[in-house]
T-cell receptor, first 112, second 110 residues
Framework: DTAVSQTPKYLVTQMGNDKSIKCEQN?????MYWYKQDSKKFLKIMFS???????INETVPNRFSPKSPDKAHLNLHINSLELGDSAVYFC???????????FGPGTRLTVT | KNEVEQSPQNLTAQEGEFITINCSYS?????LHWLQQHPGGGIVSLFM???GKKKHGRLIATINIQEKHSSLHITASHPRDSAVYIC????????????FGQGTRLTINP
């Protein structure tokens, strides 16, 4: 059973388009996260939700909008995609804030 | 300067060698994590520790809170250990977000 799953695994799209990445966890965790890994493999937090409430919102363009319909899901919608948005996006979850995190397989987004 | 610094950035060794990867941090933390990212891209949590030492198989992680330093050791290294190892810290303030080091790329040659 996949603990943290993301769809799609690969996403190639053109500049200006709007796209969504979905994340689901079946671990019963309360906290979920979105991370961006750039071309140099550096990971950075984007957003975090705890019990469907937004608790971390880093300096991310407002073209990025997370949505948590329930505790098991955290989706990421990106409007007006730009070349600089090309990266690997990882979803993760943890039992609660500050606990060990379980990562999804990542979504490689390429904007052309 | 990044809040979490790892060294070395790249490490190549022969199978069987003892490996050490270092991590220093400059902020207040509640825990430190060691993560492994394989060439396929997936990230796995190896250790989460707030004091002392933890061991899992051939992997050992230590932390010195006073010196703000942690090490990850691999004994009897094997080519399958080749991966990027990432140190991350949970900040003690705010929403306890994770801040990551830049990673250490380890290559073990047969």
């Amino acid at each position: 059973d996949t603990a943290v799953s993301q769809t799609p695994k690969y996403l190639v799209t053109q500049m200006g388009n709007d796209k969504s990445i979905k994340c689901e966890q079946n671990l019963g965790h309360d906290t979920m996260y979105w991370y961006k890994q750039d071309s140099k493999k550096f990971l950075k937090i984007m957003f975090s939700y705890n019990n469907k409430e937004l608790i971390i919102n880093e300096t991310v363009p407002n073209r990025f909008s997370p949505k948590s319909p329930d505790k098991a899901h955290l989706n990421l919608h990106i409007n007006s995609l730009e070349l600089g948005d090309s990266a690997v996006y990882f979803c993760a979850s943890s039992f609660d804030r500050g606990h060990e995190q379980y990562f999804g397989p990542g979504t490689r987004l390429t904007v052309t | 300067k990044n809040e979490v610094e790892q060294s070395p950035q790249n490490l190549t060794a022969q199978e069987g060698e003892f490996i050490t990867i270092n991590c220093s941090y400059s902020v207040g933390i509640s825990a430190l994590h060691w993560l492994q990212q394989h060439p396929g891209g997936g990230i796995v949590s190896l250790f989460m520790l707030s004091s002392g030492k933890k061991k899992h198989g051939r992997l050992i992680a230590t932390i010195n809170i006073q010196e703000k330093h942690s090490s990850l050791h691999i004994t009897a290294s094997h080519p399958r250990d080749s991966a990027v190892y990432i140190c991350a810290v949970t900040l003690i303030q705010g929403a306890q977000k994770l801040v990551f080091g830049q990673g250490t790329r380890l290559t073990i040659n047969p």
